[in-house]
């Protein structure tokens, strides 16, 4: 039975690899029958501890990307090497097991259990790490997100910012070495969105976490020193204008 690495003893130094794709390729099958090329992306690589956007339109794919990375989703083909573990040798159990050890998720919708505290929905997630849940750690990381004041409030009781915040929290608790989030600010209000996305980088910084955002939002771009456009490291987009490109008259003799 396959079963996720032990985590190393130090984390390694920034210039080396914590993400590395090659020749990673997703299709799905229309209702034709006819083959989708979602991904395909020869190159694609983060250092530890960068901060990187990829910038892409709706409906490109970006989605399908993290859930690729993230283990949620098997790719047709390709290498996906995360802090030095060779994701598509695992099955979808193993690659669970990753995820609760070395990322974190940040979901477009939040995800929060609407039943349970904010410092429960941290907790919840630590259920899944060897580590087990580490109350302290919670109550720590909501501190840090500036939630202290409100860490035993239901969902419904916090704002959308503010749950957007905890999302944030329990996708740090179990001390990730990445952080792939979804268009993180899509559903927050404008005034706010410039705060979530300087709160992401601030923890992450302090906690020595890489960031791989996925968004359509140039003004969330701006506000990273790297910034991939999704369409020219993913060649199946390439693919899909050009079958698209179909001519609409016909020249005579031809």
Same mark, same amino acid.
């Given at each position: 039975e396959d079963s996720a690495p032990n985590e190393p003893s130090s984390p390694p130094a920034v210039q080396e690899s914590m993400l590395n794709i090659t020749n990673l390729k997703k299709s799905y099958r229309e209702p034709t029958g006819e083959s989708l090329p979602i991904l395909d992306i *020869?190159?694609?690589a983060i250092a530890a501890g960068e901060q990187v956007v990829l910038r892409g339109e709706s409906g490109c794919g970006k989605t399908t990307l993290l859930?690729?990375?993230?283990? #949620?989703?098997?790719c047709d083909s390709g290498s996906i090497l995360l802090d030095g573990v060779e994701l598509t040798k695992y099955s979808e159990a193993g690659r669970d097991r990753i995820r609760a050890a070395k990322m974190g998720y940040v979901f477009q919708t939040f995800n929060l259990l609407p039943a349970f505290t904010a410092i429960e929905n941290v907790k919840i997630g630590m259920k899944f790490s060897r580590k087990g849940v580490n109350h302290a750690r919670a109550k720590e990381l909501l501190e840090k997100v500036g #939630?202290?004041? =409100?860490l035993n409030y #239901? *969902?419904?009781?916090l704002s959308v910012g503010q749950q957007q915040r905890v999302a944030v929290a329990r996708a740090l608790a179990n001390q990730p070495r990445l952080l792939l989030a979804d268009e993180p600010t899509a559903n927050v209000d404008p005034a706010n969105q410039a705060t979530i996305i300087e709160l992401i980088q601030d /923890?992450? =910084?302090a906690?020595? /976490?890489?960031?791989?955002? /996925?968004?359509h939002s140039d003004e969330v771009a701006r506000k990273f020193g790297r910034v991939d456009r999704f369409e020219e490291i993913n060649q199946a987009l390439m693919h899909r204008a050009n079958n698209s490109a179909v001519p609409t008259t016909m020249e005579s003799g031809v």
């Open positions: *020869p190159q694609f859930h690729i990375i993230s283990g #949620l989703v098997s #939630l202290g004041s =409100r #239901l *969902p419904k009781q /923890v992450c =910084r906690e020595q /976490v890489a960031i791989l955002i /996925v968004t």
